[in-house]
């Protein structure tokens, strides 16, 4: 399929799926005229992609994580080196320190929310 069937399929700009290339995320076969020629696996990886950098992965791990992959729900990894636990574990830990950050905001919105939907409320109220 061409670039602009991957793109519909999954959302993701044909320019984002060339710069996933340039990245050596995705590595699209090429027909005779030089057109990009995606297989039905590369859909699975760019959703898989587009997953790991929405949770805040830097491309140069998910390089390392993708011959990992085996379906878009599974990350399965035989053969893992130290530096690969290690990079992992700080990813972890960074995307946790995010989570928490994130889960803060979420609440302060909420009762800031709440707060003006209840002065909102009293002045309708109010002017009744």
Do not use: W
Not at 23 to 47: I, K, M
Not at 95 to 123: F, K, M, P, Q, W
């Amino acid at each position: 399929m061409r670039i602009g069937d991957v793109a519909k399929r999954t959302g993701v700009s044909p320019r984002l799926l060339r710069y996933y290339e340039e990245q050596g995320l995705l590595t699209p076969g090429r027909t005779s005229n030089g057109y990009r020629e995606y297989r039905e696996s590369h859909v699975d990886a760019v959703q898989q992609i587009k997953g790991l950098l929405d949770a805040g992965l830097p491309t140069r791990i998910i390089q390392q994580l993708l011959p990992c992959l085996d379906k878009p729900e599974t990350i399965y990894a035989p053969f893992v080196t130290p530096e690969m636990i290690a990079t992992l574990r700080r990813e972890q830990a960074r995307l946790s320190e995010r989570v928490e950050c994130l889960a803060r905001n979420r609440d302060a919105i909420a009762d800031y929310l709440g707060t003006v939907l209840r002065v909102t409320s009293a002045d309708t109220e109010s002017a009744s």
